[in-house]
């Protein structure tokens, strides 16, 4: 992608989050209404407030965020354990919500451009709530090494590595872990007695593997290998690589991925499971992760590159989070501070939307 056809897709989208905007200000212009929709999604959305003597009733009409429990009869700060604990302006978190659920993804500077925020309160904003719809992924989500989006790496954060690339972040990340000793290494060095038996059951294994599976199962013995040396050997991208190994691992069960981004085969071959999906698909999906980042963030750094795929989430996949979804998720959220947002660092592996997901919007 070019940088005339990167800037008319941001002027469409900015124009896009102009009318969405100005048609949410017709009912929501200030804090006072901003409340009173959360009030509102209360109410109709069941019981999402809760006073700290249990009590789920609010008034129907409310512009404040602290009312008198009709219970306890104690000052009531609804908002209080929810995304929007301690937040000193509602207004900006309902604009950007509303835009998220619309399926549309934005950067800081067009948030600021519609609010009255600044450029690091609209980032703040834009990772909380990257923050809350993480929490809500789960084990049906595929899971990819994050080595297969240093393309993307093109920004630097607090983990960055001084004087180096963005993509330096990724060998900092594991290179942390590289000096300990697995606990099932004891520095004994074990042999068999039927050697020759046992070369001809792996070979026999990796006959039955896909050949791209086979070619780098070749490459790895029962000693550790590093997957920079895997990838000189090898002579193939990182990211197929990536997959490679981690088809290797999870569906096939064949290798151990030991701290340091290193490998090895695994000391008893057990019985190989059906793959759960073919190669190409799961390059499909990191290639189609690396070009919704390039259309809306030119780049990103690791060290959030799990929050950009829970922001791409959201834009995907409109059956999850329409209807006030993700107002409700907010709601029922625990708080997040700035020291959160500081302290996060994208896991091993990056969670994607699944499959199903994508091919039902590819397909609409």
């Not at 607090?158 to 004891?186: K, M, N």
Request: glycine share 4%; charged share 30%.
């Amino acid at each position: 992608m070019d940088k005339s056809e990167s800037r008319q897709i941001k002027r469409v989208r900015t124009k896009r989050i102009k009318k969405i905007v100005n048609t949410l200000k017709r009912t929501t212009k200030n804090d006072g209404d901003a409340i009173q929709k959360l009030v509102n999604l209360h109410q109709r959305h069941g019981k999402l407030f809760r006073c700290r003597c249990g009590n789920t009733q609010l008034p129907k009409q409310l512009r404040v965020r602290i009312t008198k429990c009709g219970v306890c009869r104690r000052n009531w700060r609804i908002t209080a354990g929810t995304i929007f604990h301690r937040v000193r302006k509602l207004f900006p978190y309902v604009i950007a919500i509303h835009l998220k659920q619309s399926g549309i993804s934005f950067v800081a500077d067009e948030l600021v451009s519609v609010t009255d925020v600044s450029y690091s309160t609209a980032s703040l904003i834009i990772k909380k709530l990257s923050m809350v719809i993480f929490g809500e992924m789960n084990d049906e989500f595929q899971e990819f090494s994050s080595v297969s989006f240093l393309p993307v790496y093109s920004r630097r954060s607090r983990a960055t590595p001084s004087y180096s690339h963005p993509r330096a972040e990724e060998g900092e990340f594991w290179q942390e872990g590289s000096g300990e000793i697995d606990d099932d290494d004891d520095g004994v060095d074990e042999t068999h007695d039927d050697a020759s038996e046992e070369v001809s059951e792996v070979s026999s294994v990796a006959a039955s593997l896909p050949a791209d599976e086979a070619f780098v199962y070749d490459q790895i013995s029962d000693e550790r290998i590093s997957f920079n040396t895997l990838l000189d050997r090898t002579n193939l991208k990182s990211d197929k690589l990536s997959l490679l190994l981690i088809n290797l691992q999870l569906d096939f069960q064949l290798i151990d991925h030991l701290d340091g981004e290193l490998y090895r085969r695994r000391a008893v071959i057990e019985e190989k499971p059906k793959p759960k999906q073919k190669v190409h698909e799961q390059l499909a999906a990191i290639e189609s992760f690396k070009d919704y980042v390039k259309s809306i963030h030119q780049g990103i750094s690791r060290k959030y590159a799990q929050l950009y795929a829970a922001d791409c989430w959201c834009a995907m996949d409109q059956d999850r989070w329409d209807n006030d979804a993700l107002f409700i998720a907010c709601i029922r959220s625990e708080p997040k501070s700035r020291r959160d947002i500081v302290d996060f660092v994208s896991p091993v592996t990056i969670k994607l939307p699944p499959r199903k997901v994508r091919s039902r919007l590819s397909s609409s």
